[in-house]
């Protein structure tokens, strides 16, 4: 329909043409579930000469088929829904008394937030929910969409055509949060081919899902940025716009062709042709017959003019819900007319926000304009809307339990998510280049600083230096790149999680497997590579090659050490902050800084979960377990260590330990992984 930006200022003052159907065959209220796609067909021009030029562009036949010999769009929802909220009464529980404290008893009652509110949106209908903040919009969406609802106690019903409904709400709408979450390194169409193949049903052929990403890529008006990298401004990954990624969100969304969606503040951080824009897809979106609500901050005139309806709310309670002419008419016929020129969704924010200093005034205000409403003939048309209910029960919740809430089977979801996973590191920056770079530039430095140890009596310290420097680097080089990245990723996994995209072991197999070669097998044996001769450690390929093994089973621990903190902490800065506290006292029990039989008996048990004394044994075993002669100078003022048995001996190592270490590294590196993974499902499950 829209291509880019540049063509959309003219159409977006304009009302977008509602299909035929939407207009003239719009859907009673409750009255159960219809072929949308076939009611558009019928209604299109003939009926009101309106142009439909969304169904009339669309090529391809799949999922409705045809009727009488026309394609329609694969774009248009299923079905019809109503949505119907009734008597939403949500109260938080009291503050917990300190009792330290000399309280009010008023702030320890409970809180009301929503105040018996009721409303409708119908298909077809875009719908702004606004007001000021604290006026209850997001707890509304949150009780609506059956979300984040912590220790609220909800009353009230919901209902879709006319039957109650709860938690089922998620598998017939969609919901585009407030911040966009992508996997920045990926291109526009690459994302959109994901989302298909997980979220579509799963008897489309894949045929069918390519051609719907297209479709969706040009009715989202996506086709210029369709190969641009997504990009993450907050990493400084540059990619498509903040209008774009809004559209991208709202086409992630729409490729499941749900009938209802529900929008988070679509234009918060937009520029106001860029929410023009956005508001623009909505309406276009919900001309094609889909009920949309959406919370919006603030809207400038144009923007407010596209919306069919609006939902004003105050203090918890409903102050207007009606078409946006008919708010005007009603603000004025209470004595509140908006003057001219002016940003009605500025002046109706204006009446309805309580003004610090004088909270107690408007409150009284806004009450008096929330009974206005209540009296109105627009109230009284919602409560005609609303069916009485059967069920008495809260938000019922109908055949959810039952059914996976997967749609792709388990090695559908495998396959997908290890092709994303690798094209999101084939081209993370922090990955290839850095982590490169990086290696050789730490490999070449420790090379040249320990170059070409002789082996005398000064060179043992230097050499068993140079091999704790060894775990040291691929300890922290490795944990800390995964605490870099990983924690940033898991919102997206979480959100796609709860999306119900793909389980939780799919996730975390694929992204341990796509790192595992190149990140923590190629660039540990690199590392070997060009240390380990240019320091002149025991010259055999056999040796170096146990070397390499050792750095790449260190570097896997690490990693899993680093995956563990990462699933607990919930942020970047948080994993960086606690990772030194754990890792230092490892590390100083790894047996260069503190002998092993001299460790304080109460901080054993540190030693066996340290890697760095496993590894640290294993690489002083195989580089001195064969040298039988190390040169000592005739006037050498200490006793000489003539062998490396004897340079083993002294640091309390034996080569009996060496198979056992490498069997204890393994353990560690399978244990912490496993905490790991359960990190990250108790996190799944507690979002
Ligand atoms: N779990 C909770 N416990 C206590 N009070 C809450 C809770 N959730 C929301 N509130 C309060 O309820 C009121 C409405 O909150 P809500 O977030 O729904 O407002 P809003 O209209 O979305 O505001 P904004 O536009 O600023 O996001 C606020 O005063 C808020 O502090």
């Not at 604290?134 to 009780?143: D, H």
């Not at 526009?188 to 193949?197: G, K």
Request: proline share 5%.
């Amino acid at each position: 329909m829209y291509d880019d930006e540049n063509n959309m200022t003219d159409k977006v003052n304009t009302k977008t043409p509602l299909i035929g159907g939407s207009l003239s065959n719009r859907g009673g209220f409750g009255q159960g579930k219809r072929d949308y796609a076939s009611i558009s067909i019928r209604g299109s021009n003939d009926q009101t000469g309106a142009s439909s030029s969304y169904i009339a562009e669309s090529p391809i036949t799949y999922g409705h088929g045809r009727d009488n010999g026309r394609k329609t769009s694969v774009l248009l929802p299923t079905e019809q829904l109503s949505l119907t909220w009734c008597d939403i009464e949500v109260t938080a529980p009291p503050p917990k008394r300190k009792w330290f404290k000399k309280q009010d008893p008023k702030t320890l009652l409970p809180k009301r937030i929503l105040r018996r509110v009721s409303g409708y949106v119908e298909p077809g209908t875009l719908l702004a929910v606004m007001g000021a903040s604290g006026a209850g919009k997001s707890t509304l969406m949150n009780v609506l969409t059956y979300r984040n609802r912590g220790n609220l106690t909800v009353e009230g019903h919901v209902m879709i055509n006319g039957q109650p409904v709860g938690r089922s709400i998620a598998s017939s709408s969609a919901y585009v949060q407030q911040e966009d979450l992508f996997f920045g390194n990926l291109r526009v169409r690459e994302h959109l081919i994901f989302q298909a193949l997980l979220r579509m049903d799963s008897h489309i052929p894949k045929k069918g899902r390519m051609e719907r990403v297209e479709e969706v890529i040009r009715e989202l008006g996506l086709s210029k940025c369709a190969n641009t990298i997504i990009g993450n401004p907050a990493r400084g990954i540059k990619g498509i716009s903040g209008g774009e990624m809004k559209r991208l969100s709202f086409a992630s969304e729409v490729l499941t062709n749900p009938p209802l969606m529900f929008c988070d503040e679509p234009t918060s951080g937009l520029d106001s042709f860029m929410a023009q824009s956005v508001v623009a897809t909505l309406q276009h979106l919900a001309a094609q017959g889909r009920t949309i609500l959406c919370t919006i901050h603030q809207p400038s005139s144009e923007v407010y003019a596209m919306f069919d309806r609006v939902l004003l709310m105050a203090e918890g309670r409903n102050a207007f819900l009606g078409s946006t002419s008919d708010a005007l008419r009603h603000f004025s016929n209470i004595g509140h007319t908006c003057p001219t020129n002016y940003n009605p969704a500025d002046f109706y924010i204006q009446k309805l926000a309580i003004e610090p200093g004088k909270e107690q005034q408007c409150r009284e205000k806004v009450e008096k304009l929330c009974d206005a409403y209540d009296q109105s003939i627009f109230a009284k048309e919602v409560y005609d809307k609303m069916k009485p209910s059967e069920s008495k029960g809260l938000l019922e919740d109908h055949n959810i339990k039952s059914r996976s809430p997967y749609k792709a089977s388990w090695f559908a979801q495998f396959r997908a998510v290890m092709w994303r996973t690798y094209l999101d590191n084939s081209r993370e920056p922090m990955i290839i280049r850095v982590r490169t770079v990086q290696t050789v530039i730490i490999a070449l430095i420790i090379g040249l600083v320990f170059l070409q140890q002789p082996y005398d009596q000064d060179s043992i310290q230097n050499i068993n230096g140079c091999l704790f420097l060894f775990i040291t680097n691929m300890t922290f080089a490795n944990l800390f790149a995964v605490i870099q990245v990983f924690p940033l990723e898991l919102p997206v996994f979480l959100r796609e999680h709860f999306n119900g995209m793909y389980r939780t072991d799919v996730y975390f197999i694929c992204k341990n497997l796509v790192e595992l070669p190149y990140q923590f097998i190629i660039l540990p044996i690199v590392f070997t590579a060009i240390t380990y001769w240019m320091v002149g450690l025991y010259p055999y390929f056999v040796n170096f090659c146990i070397c390499a093994g050792i750095l790449v089973l260190v570097c896997n621990v690490s990693v899993s050490f680093g995956y563990m903190i990462s699933t607990f902490s919930p942020s970047v800065s948080v994993a960086l902050a606690i990772a030194p506290p754990l890792i230092v006292p490892l590390l100083l029990f790894g047996g260069l800084f503190l002998n092993t039989s001299d460790i304080p008996v109460y901080f054993i048990w540190l030693q066996y979960i340290s890697w760095f004394k496993y590894g640290y044994e294993c690489l002083t075993v195989n580089q001195w377990q064969n040298i039988d002669d190390i040169e000592c100078p005739a006037n050498y003022s200490v006793p000489c260590i003539t062998d490396g048995q004897t340079v083993l001996a002294s640091l309390s190592f034996s080569a009996d330990n060496f198979m056992m270490d490498i069997y204890l590294i393994l353990v560690l590196l399978v244990v912490y992984r496993l905490i790991a993974y359960i990190g990250l499902v108790w996190r799944s499950q507690n979002k």
